[in-house]
């Protein structure tokens, strides 16, 4: 079982910038693929990026592309969402997905653990 922990959430002015963080507990997170994907009421879960289980691979919602950028330091056991230049349509609550796989996928139910979520809001 793999735990998946978000921080770095808040509140910040539109042009702003934020970075979020997703530790693991209970395994490695060394083979998986990790995503972020945002939520706000009422609407689905839509991707935001994802990166491979080495790091070599990345992809983005079109959305975020140029300004948000995915990493991960597999000695830390943590995946890092940098936010840039944030617009208030950027406001969501965020959550960290692992998959099994190790490579790259940009929907839902192609991931097996879930974080809890952080909260981003910015304001115009």
Known sequence: QVQLVESG???????????LSCGASGRTLRSYAMGWFRQVP??????????????GSTYYADSVKGRFTISR????????????SLKPEDTAVYYCAARIRGVIATTTGEY?????????????
């Open 112 to 124: 097996d653990y879930w974080g809890q979520g952080t909260q981003v809001t910015v304001s115009s």
């Open 9 to 19: 959430g808040g509140l910040v002015q539109a042009g702003g910038s934020l970075r």
């Open 42 to 55: 009422g609407k689905e879960r839509e991707f935001v990026a994802a990166i491979s289980w080495s790091g």
């Open 73 to 84: 330091d597999n000695a830390k056991n943590t995946v890092y969402l940098q936010m840039n």
